[in-house]
């Protein structure tokens, strides 16, 4: 079951626009420059209609021919079409702009997690993470179709439009420079109770979706032991502070909106009276004065609207804060270094009769790695030295807790990692290490909702029937590959589903996509004799399939079929290693341990 634990606090930024949204989405970066133009072309409509509007009405009042009034008209007429045309593509732009943000952020999510590795998985909450890259990043939707947009415009639209205020009426002008502050300390104030109540309605659904999936996956746990009654109780109660938080969150939009609405009211009319007492006493011309009344709005409108639709995504914000979060961390991960020279590759004996081993020739390992390192908090695992090579199985053994399975995650390209590392012969990528070769089967089975082949063929494009059937009896998984499981793989038993694991990874490797099996603690949940025919399996498979198996387990009867033991946890010294000198406690390597009679 996951656990219940809060999602991470998402970091707050004062910043209207987070710059690391520019960063991880390249789509934002061009949504913003054609969203400007956008707003560009609107503030010059908008000055040319209040222009246009202005000269009619005011030739009108002074009794100027019918046949001058019209152009002008039909000019103001025509900029209202043309605006109109501009809102449609500045709504389409931003409908755009969102689904490639979106989908941008999502992969790149993905791409996170997979770097930042099932370690760091384990230890998060992953329903609230599904809610974040589901429903999070769907209200992305309101954030760029009309917040984002919204910046835009009174970043360009506001100074334009107070400039030509000024030009045409330096009092007014002023007037809107003295009283437009106030909305933005208003909405400063608005906004911090905003992201306040949106942060806390926000970490509520989490913790209501998490708590819905807990109960679901422990039904039956909780049956047995008579707490489901309470269990019900607490979504209830979850489910009734969510309702809560949302109503917290309506409330504070309304109020806002009012707020600010109020301010610009009171502010365009403040203009409108000294308009009004200026045109009585002849200081100011109509032409200029309904001018400038006509932008007064306009001037003050962008602001208003930044306001009201900031509440219109805020929940948007609070996911893109979670998202970063996720980025951040994947981002701050150091890049495997290499901190030792590289040994050169050590040749492997197989069995003969006389001392256990049969010479068989110099083989480079499709796996080497010299003086591997892995830290995992505050601990320190290895350095070790570790080869795989064809037909070779690589027993990696040691207490738990020892850091076998920290291993094989750096192997994969999970956890960064010290040491030299060589795959196929080749310095290994950072991101990514060994896991282009590897085909792996984790201590949990990983399945998802599907038929057991779909499970089995996961990754390729076109499932071969035969193959899947093949791998199952191979992993001896007693199930049919047409059974369909549940979420998360509910419909089998443990044993069941860590065997269909090992067969997914059967499948991986003899579909010519890996060269080594990677099997992590794959007998944990099996009794001895099914342990002893997948031992048997993994044999066959290493001597008939041109493969390497790397096989982290801590159950003796694993050095029966093992070449080569490597011990993590060893107590006791260990002598120095050649190149250096330094003793290594901590990891020892023991050639042919418990290795195959001849």
Known sequence: MTTDAAPAPPRESSRPVDPRLLRYSSASRGFLVVTAAIVLAQTGVIVGFAWLLTRALVGAIEGEPVGQILPLLAGAAGLALLRGI??????????????????????????????????????????????????????????????LPQLVATAITMPILILAMLIADPISGVTVIVTIPLIPIFMVLIGLATRTVQNRQYATLHRLATRFSDTVAGLGTLKVFGRQHRAAHSIETVTRDYKTETMSVLRVSFLSGFALEFLASISVALIAVTIGFRLIDGELSLLVGLFVLLLAPEAYLPLRQVGVQFHAAAEGVAATDEIFHVLDAASALRPATVSAPLHPPRTHTENDESTGTRESGAREPLISARRLGVQRGERAIGPIDLDVSVGEIVLLEGPSGAGKSSVLAALLGFVPFTGGLLVGGRDADPDAAARGILSWAGQRPGLMSGTVAENVALGAETA?????????????????????????????????????????ALYRLRSGRARVLALDEPSSALDSVTEAALWASLRRVADAEAAGVLLVSHRPSARAIADRTVRLGVPGPVPPTPDDGVPDATASVSPDAGGRSG
Do not use: K, M
């Open 86 to 147: 501009l809102v449609f593509a500045s709504e389409r732009t931003s409908a755009i702009g969102a689904a490639r943000a979106s989908l941008q952020l999502r992969d790149q999510l993905v791409r996170a997690v997979e770097r930042l590795g099932p370690g760091w998985l384990a230890q998060r909450n992953s329903t609230s993470l599904a809610v974040t890259a589901g429903h999070g990043l769907e209200a992305l939707d309101a954030y760029f179709g009309r917040y």
């Open 464 to 504: 071969d029937a035969a193959l899947v059937e093949r791998c199952l009896a191979d992993a001896h998984a007693d199930v049919p590959g047409t059974l369909r499981l549940g979420a998360t793989g509910s419909g089998i038993s443990g044993g069941q589903a860590q065997r269909v694991a090992v067969a997914r």
